[in-house]
Each structure stands twice: as structure tokens, then as C-alpha cells.
């Protein structure tokens, strides 16, 4: 049945992020799928909550409370995989992330801790996963980038230059980990987390928002982590290198921030 090349049955996943939001939704599905599934973030009791629910799928799950905007706790990840589940398939770099800031106000410090966040973090754990997944045999890594990545907006410089960044690292690491690891991102719109609690609790600018997305409606976390299921599955097993848009169709930010012209 064509549904059978969705299952990950006794694969492991590694999944960044995954306290709440995009990673939580991610790696519940992937368990749902059939995976056991590292879930990585700062916060423990956030990540015990998506622990339990992956264990009432069948699925068991391993927590690991770390600071992922140090690169070599990220990379460590890939060992946590291994010493637990005895192998590792799947991982998910989605832990990212910049606050938006004008170019005038944006430091190159604040440029390259942004790059270091969405970029050198995943970086880190992909090149510490490869050698497990090819003793695996085979397997697919995730990036998690974003539409800020491909228009342009004012105040999300350093956001979409990290992301846009994340992007094209995912074809050129596609490249090169080709033909048993895949590599592809997603690159996700408006979607109701924790980062646009505000928006989706003021209703008159999640209307304005909604009016200006094609689909008129901002995503669901569950709308990206399908997606991901597709990428990391025998599904998408002819997929690597690309940048799939989960985005409600934008072709431009659906929300500006205001910013005014330089006086």
C-alpha cells in the first residue's frame, strides 16, 4: 500500500526543538510513524510532556535538556541516538531562529550569532549524524528554513540571511552526502507557535495576516511536520536537495513590521 512508504518503523529520529511548536508536532508524528525519537531543547518539562505523549503512541522517547545554540551540544545529539536506540536514521535540525531588527541596529555580532543559531548548529549535528546513519545504511536529514529566506522584508536581515543560508547549505550538503543520506528543507511561512503568539492573539492583525496568505489562514505546526514525514520517509525517497515551501502560497511577507524610510 502506497501509506507504507510513510512508515519509519523502528527508526530513530533526532529532533531539535522539540519542546513545542514545529518540533513537537514533528517528532509526535514521526512517532506516530513509527519512530523512537531524541527531543532536544532547553526546556525539560516542555520536552517530558512530548516525551509522554510520544509514549502513548508505542514509541519511546529520550529527553535532552541542552542550550542548542552552542554548536557542540547539537553535535552531541548524534551520540545521544546511538547510546540510547543503538542506531540513527532521521534527523531534524528545526531549532532556529532570529528577533527581527533593522539594518542600522543590526551588529555584525547580531548577524553572526544569527547564522550561528540557524546554520552552524545544524551543521554540527548533520556532520555528527552521518557516520551513524551510514551504519544505519541509509537516511535523511531535515533543515527547517524558512520564506524569509527567499523575499524580502523589512527588519528580518539577519533572519533571512541565515535562513536563505540554511537553504542553500541543504543543496550543497545534499551533494555531497548523496546517494545514502538525503537532504532537504522545508521552508515554513506563518505558523501558529510560540513566536507568533502575538499575532494570533490580536485579532485584527491575524486577520490582516490571513488576508494577505493565499490560503487565508495562518498554518498549523501539523502542516509542517506532515511535510517533514513525507522528506524523511521511503515516500520521499526520490527527494533530496530541495527546499519544499509550506508557506499558504506567500510570495511576499504577509505582515510588515512598519518600519519607517531612513530619515
Given at each position: 500500500?502506497?501509506l507504507?512508504r510513510?512508515?519509519?518503523?523502528?527508526?530513530?529520529?533526532?529532533?531539535?526543538g522539540?519542546?513545542?511548536?514545529i518540533?513537537?508536532a514533528?517528532?509526535?508524528?514521526?512517532?506516530?510513524?513509527?519512530a523512537?525519537?531524541?527531543?532536544?531543547a532547553?526546556t525539560?518539562d516542555?520536552?517530558?510532556?512530548?516525551?509522554?505523549?510520544?509514549?502513548?503512541?508505542?514509541?519511546?522517547?529520550h529527553?535532552?535538556?541542552?542550550d542548542l545554540a552552542?554548536?557542540?551540544?547539537?553535535?552531541?545529539?548524534?551520540?545521544?541516538?546511538?547510546e540510547?536506540f543503538?542506531?540513527?536514521?532521521?534527523?531534524?535540525?528545526?531549532?532556529g531562529?532570529?528577533?527581527?531588527?533593522p539594518?542600522?541596529d543590526?551588529s555584525?555580532?547580531?548577524?553572526?550569532?544569527?547564522?550561528r543559531f540557524?546554520?552552524?548548529?545544524?551543521?554540527a549535528?548533520?556532520?555528527?549524524?552521518?557516520?551513524?546513519?551510514?551504519?544505519a545504511?541509509?537516511?535523511?536529514?531535515?533543515?527547517?528554513?524558512?520564506v524569509?529566506?527567499?523575499?524580502?522584508?523589512r527588519?528580518?536581515?539577519?533572519?533571512?540571511?541565515?535562513?536563505?543560508?540554511?537553504?542553500?547549505?541543504t543543496?550543497?550538503?545534499?551533494a555531497?552526502?548523496?546517494?545514502?543520506?538525503?537532504?532537504?528543507?522545508?521552508?515554513?511561512?506563518s505558523?501558529?507557535?510560540?513566536?507568533?503568539e502575538?499575532?494570533?492573539?490580536?485579532?485584527?492583525?491575524?486577520?490582516?495576516?490571513e488576508?494577505?496568505?493565499?490560503?487565508r489562514r495562518?498554518?498549523?505546526?501539523?502542516?509542517?511536520?506532515?511535510?517533514?514525514l513525507?522528506?524523511?520517509?521511503?515516500a520521499?525517497?526520490?527527494v533530496?536537495?530541495?527546499?519544499?515551501?509550506v508557506?499558504?502560497g506567500?510570495?511576499?511577507?504577509?505582515?510588515?513590521?512598519?518600519?519607517?524610510d531612513?530619515?
Amino acid at each position: 500500500m502506497i501509506l507504507d512508504r510513510f512508515r519509519l518503523t523502528d527508526q530513530v529520529a533526532v529532533v531539535t526543538g522539540a519542546g513545542r511548536g514545529i518540533g513537537a508536532a514533528t517528532a509526535l508524528a514521526l512517532a506516530e510513524a513509527g519512530a523512537d525519537v531524541v527531543l532536544a531543547a532547553r526546556t525539560r518539562d516542555q520536552l517530558d510532556t512530548v516525551a509522554e505523549r510520544i509514549g502513548e503512541t508505542g514509541r519511546k522517547a529520550h529527553v535532552v535538556a541542552t542550550d542548542l545554540a552552542e554548536p557542540a551540544n547539537a553535535a552531541a545529539l548524534a551520540d545521544a541516538a546511538v547510546e540510547t536506540f543503538g542506531r540513527l536514521d532521521v534527523v531534524v535540525n528545526n531549532v532556529g531562529g532570529t528577533l527581527p531588527c533593522p539594518l542600522a541596529d543590526t551588529s555584525t555580532e547580531f548577524l553572526e550569532e544569527a547564522f550561528r543559531f540557524n546554520v552552524s548548529t545544524a551543521h554540527a549535528l548533520t556532520r555528527a549524524a552521518v557516520p551513524a546513519i551510514l551504519r544505519a545504511g541509509a537516511g535523511s536529514i531535515v533543515n527547517i528554513s524558512s520564506v524569509m529566506g527567499r523575499v524580502s522584508g523589512r527588519g528580518f536581515l539577519a533572519y533571512g540571511t541565515a535562513k536563505g543560508a540554511l537553504a542553500h547549505y541543504t543543496r550543497l550538503a545534499a551533494a555531497d552526502l548523496a546517494p545514502r543520506i538525503r537532504v532537504n528543507a522545508v521552508a515554513v511561512g506563518s505558523v501558529a507557535t510560540s513566536a507568533l503568539e502575538v499575532v494570533v492573539n490580536n485579532p485584527e492583525l491575524k486577520q490582516r495576516m490571513e488576508a494577505a496568505t493565499p490560503l487565508r489562514r495562518i498554518g498549523e505546526p501539523e502542516d509542517v511536520a506532515a511535510t517533514i514525514l513525507y522528506l524523511c520517509s521511503r515516500a520521499g525517497g526520490y527527494v533530496t536537495g530541495k527546499v519544499l515551501e509550506v508557506d499558504g502560497g506567500q510570495q511576499a511577507p504577509n505582515l510588515e513590521l512598519g518600519l519607517p524610510d531612513l530619515a
